[in-house]
């Protein structure tokens, strides 16, 4: 491992990856993924499903921890584009690797959340009245399962924050933050973690900076969407774990706190957030 992934120095959480061989295709293998994660000091992630297959893919990437220098843990779950599939697939693949109720501490490998679901009005590739129905069973689920709620929302905060208050789910995480202060607020109203993306680092994403700046250190998340949303200087190309500590670094510089602080705290907040305990 590098010298950044020593059990003393600073780590950094990825705490919203697709590393399935779906998103990042054939030639990209996870090993050599891995290895550029923790030479910069990225040695978590949570492996993200988005629909049956995927999930399947991100619970067998999460197996493989102990094979690689990145620990894994992942979530099952029916992305809102496809929510017009239905969720039934879905529920015994969560249930099957549910916790042990009342178990604290979920070690790498295991399945920790729901996710990422949620509504998506700027697309619309399910109609909305569905997506609301799927929203909402899955995070019924996830209530029912002490599992982490992994929420993507796009044009359809009112919405979203409605069905979250009204399915009290234990842990929630908003995904790829694109709001700005205000949907924060209602966001951390709700005890909500937000997760925030190389959209951060974009020219165009002002607000999305003026949100970073009002979130509390003990509800900030750093994630890379990867293999999306890379971020500056990296525009263009795919994005994987490693550019985590991009992010994080330039979170940093907007809150004038130390890139090590920011890893630090994040990756406490993610361990809450997902009830992750780390290997001895």
């Known amino acids: 491992m590098s010298e950044l992934g020593r059990a003393d120095a600073p780590t950094w959480t990825d705490s919203h990856c697709h590393l399935q061989g779906e998103f990042l295709g054939d030639a990209i293998e996870i090993e050599a993924v891995a290895e550029r994660a923790a030479s910069v000091g990225v040695v978590r992630a949570i492996c993200i499903g988005t629909n049956e297959p995927s999930s399947l893919a991100a619970l067998a990437l999460a197996q493989r921890s102990g094979d690689l220098p990145l620990e894994m843990w992942a979530t099952v779950g029916l992305h809102p584009h496809d929510a017009s599939d239905g969720v039934a697939p879905l529920l015994a693949l969560a249930r099957d690797g549910a916790p042990v109720p009342g178990s604290v501490g979920r070690p790498p490998g295991s399945l920790v959340g729901i996710g990422e679901c949620g509504l998506d009005y700027h697309y619309d590739h399910s109609p909305r009245a569905v997506q609301r ?49 205000a949907e924060a607020e209602a966001c951390l109203a709700l005890g909500a973690w937000v997760s925030f993306s190389g959209i951060v680092t974009f ?8 949100a970073t700046r009002i979130c509390p250190l003990d509800r900030l998340l750093i994630e890379t969407d990867s293999p999306f949303l890379a971020p500056v200087p990296y525009r263009g190309t795919p994005n994987e774990p490693a550019r985590v500590a991009v992010i994080g670094a330039f979170v940093g510089e907007l809150l004038d706190v130390a890139a090590d602080e920011v890893a630090r705290r994040t990756t406490a907040n993610a361990l809450h957030a997902f009830a992750l305990s780390l290997s001895p």
Do not use: M, S
């Open 133 to 181: 129905a799927v929203f909402a069973e899955q995070a019924a689920l996830a209530a029912e399962l002490d599992l982490t709620l992994v929420v993507h929302t796009r044009e359809a905060w009112d919405d979203t924050v409605a069905i979250l208050r009204d399915a009290r789910v234990p842990r929630v995480v908003i995904h790829c933050f694109t709001g700005g202060p």
């Open 203 to 210: 020219k165009n994403a002002e607000g999305v900076r003026e």
